[in-house]
Each structure stands twice: as structure tokens, then as C-alpha cells.
């Protein structure tokens, strides 16, 4: 809980910029196809075999709303427009989120910070909600699972060489463990690897 309340502070920080490139599904041969509307330089579309997702950007640039296509088959391409129809599904920008990605049926958004882990969400495309809500830092996309940075703890200037560096810049420090999330059942086993990491 501390680690989700810490995303949504540091959300008043956020930047505008994606995290477009982690986005792949090795497991089912997913990868993103990126193109720029020609009606709106504030739209972007991203396909994959099942779902084309249509991201606009937010209110001053911060965060983007998404729109969920369902295709009837891969080789359908609907046209990169934020035109919402019957049939699609519409997650409208909260925490300043944009699109990280898409795992099998799962769509994973992500409020990037500064230094630190950022907030992410999962929703299950099939059921049409929200799943997951965590905090993350340095994700990396597995076939079913995803590894990353979370925080375990206080920085100490006996556990975190750099945190008087990092002090007199006016930043925090904490430690992190690198943790592996199940995108099956969202359970998160935690390897035996830690860092030290800055905070705003």
C-alpha cells in the first residue's frame, strides 16, 4: 500500500513521454506497429493481432486517454482516429498514464516520473476492467511475467553509499529489490538482487 500511495504522489511530477519500446508479447508474437494520425499529431495507434489501441493524448499533454478496438481478425486495421464506436472499450486517463504495452489479453499503462518507480495499471481487455495497480521501476517484459525494480526499504547512509550525494541535490534515497510479476495470477516472487536508487 505504501508503495501504491508513493505512485500517486509522485504523480503530481509526472513527464510526457511513453515507455513504447518495452511493449512486446513474445509469447504470442506480439509486437507494436506504431503510426501517427494524419487527422491529429496527438493521437497514436499501436496493433496487435486482437486489439487496436488508440492513445490521445490528455489535458496538457499530461497522460493519455485510451481507446480499445476489438478486431475480428489480424489482419484488420481499423484507421488511427480516437472515434469511439459500440463496440470498443474506453479508459479514460487518471494518474496521467500512457501505454506500456499489451501482454495477451492484458494492457499495461504507465505514469512515468523522475527518479524512482512510477505507478502502473493492468486491465483485462476481455473482462473490461482493472486487475493490477503497483508501482514499478526499470520493467522488462518476459513471456509471461514481467521483471522489475520495487521498493523494500529505507536508504541508509550505511546500506546506500550515494544518499549524501543525493541529499545535498535535495533527493531521498531508497532500496529496492528486483521482483518478478506473474501476469497469470499476479503474484510477485522477489530474487536476491538490491539497489539503491534516488528519490524526488
Given at each position: 500500500?505504501?508503495?501504491?500511495?508513493?505512485?500517486?504522489?509522485?504523480?503530481?511530477?509526472?513527464?510526457?513521454?511513453?515507455?513504447?519500446?518495452?511493449?512486446?508479447?513474445g509469447?504470442?508474437?506480439?509486437?507494436?506497429?506504431?503510426?501517427?494520425?494524419?487527422?491529429?499529431?496527438?493521437?497514436?495507434?499501436?496493433?496487435?493481432?486482437?486489439?487496436?489501441?488508440?492513445?490521445?493524448?490528455?489535458?496538457?499533454?499530461?497522460?493519455?486517454?485510451?481507446?480499445?478496438?476489438?478486431?475480428?481478425?489480424?489482419?484488420?486495421?481499423?484507421?488511427?482516429?480516437?472515434?469511439i464506436?459500440?463496440?470498443?472499450?474506453?479508459?479514460?486517463?487518471?494518474?496521467?498514464?500512457?501505454?506500456?504495452?499489451?501482454?495477451?489479453?492484458?494492457?499495461?499503462?504507465?505514469?512515468?516520473?523522475?527518479?524512482?518507480?512510477?505507478?502502473?495499471t493492468i486491465?483485462?481487455?476481455k473482462?473490461?476492467?482493472?486487475?493490477?495497480?503497483?508501482?514499478?521501476?526499470?520493467?522488462?517484459?518476459?513471456?509471461?511475467?514481467?521483471?522489475?525494480?520495487?521498493?523494500?526499504?529505507?536508504?541508509?547512509?550505511?546500506?546506500?553509499?550515494?544518499?549524501?550525494?543525493?541529499?545535498?541535490?535535495?533527493?531521498?534515497?531508497?532500496?529496492?529489490?528486483?521482483?518478478?510479476?506473474?501476469?497469470?495470477?499476479?503474484?510477485?516472487?522477489?530474487?536476491?538482487?538490491?539497489?539503491?536508487?534516488?528519490?524526488?
Amino acid at each position: 500500500m505504501k508503495i501504491i500511495c508513493f505512485g500517486f504522489v509522485l504523480s503530481a511530477f509526472l513527464i510526457s513521454f511513453s515507455v513504447h519500446a518495452i511493449a512486446q508479447d513474445g509469447a504470442q508474437g506480439e509486437t507494436i506497429n506504431q503510426s501517427i494520425s494524419a487527422e491529429s499529431s496527438q493521437v497514436q495507434c499501436h496493433q496487435f493481432p486482437k486489439y487496436f489501441i488508440v492513445a490521445k493524448d490528455g489535458a496538457d499533454n499530461m497522460g493519455t486517454d485510451i481507446l480499445v478496438k476489438y478486431k475480428s481478425g489480424p489482419e484488420k486495421t481499423p484507421p488511427c482516429e480516437y472515434v469511439i464506436e459500440n463496440s470498443d472499450f474506453e479508459i479514460k486517463n487518471e494518474w496521467a498514464e500512457y501505454f506500456a504495452g499489451v501482454k495477451g489479453d492484458l494492457l499495461l499503462l504507465d505514469s512515468t516520473t523522475g527518479p524512482g518507480p512510477t505507478l502502473f495499471t493492468i486491465w483485462d481487455l476481455k473482462k473490461q476492467e482493472k486487475v493490477y495497480v503497483g508501482s514499478w521501476a526499470d520493467p522488462v517484459f518476459q513471456d509471461d511475467s514481467v521483471l522489475y525494480w520495487m521498493e523494500t526499504g529505507a536508504a541508509t547512509k550505511d546500506n546506500c553509499p550515494d544518499l549524501k550525494k543525493w541529499e545535498s541535490h535535495g533527493l531521498g534515497g531508497a532500496i529496492e529489490t528486483k521482483v518478478l510479476l506473474s501476469l497469470s495470477d499476479f503474484t510477485i516472487t522477489k530474487t536476491r538482487e538490491t539497489r539503491c536508487s534516488a528519490r524526488q
